[in-house]
């Protein structure tokens, strides 16, 4: 398959399935425990219908949305995917320079191959995300680097308290460190694209967390500094020291409780990402989707409200929004998209999203994706139940 013959995400996610071995493909596409959450995710999103609405002129439905100073042609961006080179060579650049051509925001994984500085030079509006380190000179670093690159956007994940357990990975010894059982090297031996390209390339670094290690690490020192750094104790208090110690945009990644919320406005959080780690995290955890109403309801207006985790389809962009999202972010999506075929897997990823999106508003009347509201949705559907929920 070509990339313009993909027609949805899931074609997309079939080549990538093919061309990766399973190990790696399960990385990406697998979640915590079950992985009901990832059903979830995506169950509820669905569940929630859109009514159309006829005679009204929508030849050209806008797109376009103006959040935290910035401006985008999308509603939607790519979502930040940590070690994504292991999929594809210089995956992080190669969703960078399809979001930036596309109009769309990318942010910088903190578990990111490629540098900011790297990431800087092809999509100036990007947005870093950090996992807090244990070493808060690591932390105040990265941010100074931010600052020198010109990012205006720090995102804090805050939904890794702890490792967690992903049981495809533990299987196979896609966990530190890194040691594949028989049958997982065996099955990449099917793949041997990707296998003459590790063997040529090998584990590639976390660029940013060079500058942290000694001179001449491998790659494999470099992810030991990491994982000896992250997952932090990170509380209310530190995110109140990044918040003075950080002039830019500031939004919070992870958050799905309204009272968390609300602490996060009264932090001085600039936005808002209702996440839950697209199910990688913690399997109990609901589908932001389910738990949007209620935030949106918390925090009203107070604070740029964004959301990831599920979405596949333009139209699940559309019910976000018609919740009261600001913008939503993909993270298995595009990466699908790269790992399948590169820079064009990426682009084609988010041209499809971005037609669908333009179906589905011509489909329920709408003008533009700045217009849509609570009115579009099924009365009495599931997103009615939700708003009541806290
Ligand atoms: C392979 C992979 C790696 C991820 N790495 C990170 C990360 O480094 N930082 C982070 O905040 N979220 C990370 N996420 C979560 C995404 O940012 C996002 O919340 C999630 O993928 C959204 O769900 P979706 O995949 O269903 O779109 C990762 C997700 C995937 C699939």
């Not at 925001?105 to 995300?129: C, D, T």
């Not at 690591?138 to 020198?148: F, H």
Request: hydrophobic content about 45%; glycine content about 8%.
């Amino acid at each position: 398959m070509t990339p313009d013959k993909a027609i949805s995400i899931g074609d997309l996610k079939r080549v990538a399935r093919r061309r990766l071995p399973k190990i790696i493909f399960d990385y990406i596409e697998g979640g915590a425990e079950d992985e009901a959450g990832i059903v979830r995710n995506e169950q509820r999103l669905r569940d929630i219908l859109l009514v159309p609405r006829y005679l009204r002129d929508v030849s050209t439905p806008a797109q376009g949305v103006e959040i935290l100073g910035q401006s985008f042609a999308r509603p939607f961006g790519i979502a930040p995917t940590g070690m994504a080179a292991i999929a594809y060579a210089d995956a992080d650049l190669h969703l960078a320079k399809a979001a930036a051509s596309a109009g769309a925001p990318f942010i910088l994984s903190g578990a990111s191959n490629s540098s900011i500085e790297k990431i800087a030079a092809v999509h100036p509006g990007a947005w870093y995300q950090i996992y807090l380190p244990k070493s808060e000179h690591i932390a105040e670093d990265l941010l100074k680097r931010m600052e020198v690159a010109g990012l205006s956007t720090l995102v804090v994940t805050v939904d890794v308290p702890a490792h967690s357990k992903r049981e495809r990975s533990i299987r196979a010894g896609w966990v530190r460190p890194y040691k594949p059982t028989l049958a997982a090297t065996l099955e990449a031996a099917l793949h041997p694209a990707w296998v003459v390209r590790y063997l040529r390339d090998g584990l590639p670094y976390l660029e940013n967390w060079q500058a942290y290690a000694e001179t001449g690490a491998s790659a494999m020192d470099v992810t030991g500094i990491f994982a000896r750094e992250v997952p932090a104790i990170q509380t209310w208090d530190r995110l109140k020291r990044i918040r003075e110690q950080w002039p830019g945009k500031l939004v919070v990644k992870g958050i799905l409780h309204p009272q968390d919320a609300l602490d996060a406005v009264a932090a001085g959080c600039d936005g808002i990402i209702v996440s839950n780690h697209g199910g990688r995290q913690f399997d109990r955890s609901p589908a932001p989707v389910e738990v949007f109403p209620a935030i949106h309801k918390a925090v009203g207006e107070a604070t740029t409200l964004m959301l990831d985790s599920g979405i596949t389809r333009g139209s699940d962009v559309v019910a976000a929004f018609c919740l009261g999202a600001r913008m939503t972010f993909v993270g298995r999506a595009t990466l699908y998209g790269v790992a399948a075929f590169g820079r064009a897997g990426a682009d084609r990823a988010l041209a499809i999203l971005g037609r669908e999106i333009e179906l589905a508003l011509s489909q329920i009347g709408c003008p533009s994706i700045s217009e849509l509201d609570e009115s579009y949705l099924q009365h009495g559907n599931a997103s009615a139940s939700m708003t009541s929920a806290t």
